[in-house]
Structure formats: structure tokens, C-alpha cells
């Protein structure tokens, strides 16, 4: 299985950008999703996830960092999961990995390979 995430990039804070993450695997919809980040010197910080909508309703839930300002959405038609993130702070400044979990599993089972996003203040 392979996660193919996309969309970061540099913005100024106050800006939005658009993460996408993409699944070679066609029983996609099956698995729960979501997005760690890490930043420089921290430890891993879990963003946002949504769950399996046939296993487990699609239940988003976020890090209290983040909520209010990141949605995270997914559509199963096309296997990719997105993460629109909103007033961007420079404490967002991380590097983003999706992940795929199934719904019984404690951990992630597959990982994406990093995408950076950088705020300027």
C-alpha cells in the first residue's frame, strides 16, 4: 500500500492550504485516516482524523490545537483524504504525514511519506 500526501508548501499566517492524501488500494473506505505532523525538536502530534463511514460512522476528530481552524474530509470514490487548514499560526510549521489505520488496529498501519508546510509570520 502506498500513501502519496501532497499540498503543503509555504504560506504567511492567516493563509490556507489544502493537504491531499491518496491510497493505492481499493478497499480504501474501509480504513480509518488521518494526519500526524512534527515539527523541528517535538515530538509527533496527532492533527485530525476521520474514520471509516462503512465501519465506523466517518467521525472526525481533531487535536485541540487545530479545532475550529482544520477540516478534514475524505472522499472514497477517489481513495484521498484532505486536510484544509485555515488561519494558519507559525506554530502549524511542520512536516504532515497521512496514515491508514484499520479500525481494529491500535496504530497506524500504513504511512505517508511527508509533506512540509511552513508559516511565515
Known amino acids: 500500500v502506498q500513501l502519496q500526501a501532497s499540498g503543503g508548501g509555504l504560506v504567511q499566517a492567516g493563509g490556507s492550504l489544502r493537504l491531499s492524501c491518496t491510497a493505492s488500494?481499493?478497499?480504501?473506505?474501509?480504513?480509518?485516516m488521518g494526519w500526524y505532523r512534527q515539527a523541528p525538536g517535538k515530538e509527533r502530534e496527532m492533527v485530525a482524523v476521520?474514520?471509516?463511514?462503512?465501519?465506523?460512522?466517518?467521525?472526525?476528530n481533531y487535536a485541540d490545537s487545530v479545532k475550529g481552524r482544520f477540516t478534514i474530509s475524505r472522499d472514497d470514490t477517489q481513495n484521498t483524504m484532505y486536510l484544509q487548514m485555515s488561519s494558519l499560526k507559525p506554530e502549524d510549521t511542520a512536516v504532515y504525514y497521512c496514515?491508514?489505520?484499520?479500525?481494529?488496529?491500535?496504530?497506524?498501519?500504513?504511512w505517508g511519506q511527508g509533506t512540509q508546510v511552513t508559516v511565515s509570520s
Open positions: 496514515y491508514m489505520k484499520n479500525t481494529i488496529s491500535n496504530r497506524p498501519d500504513y
Open positions: 488500494i481499493s478497499t480504501f473506505k474501509f480504513y480509518d
Open positions: 476521520i474514520t471509516s463511514a462503512i465501519t465506523s460512522g466517518g467521525n472526525a
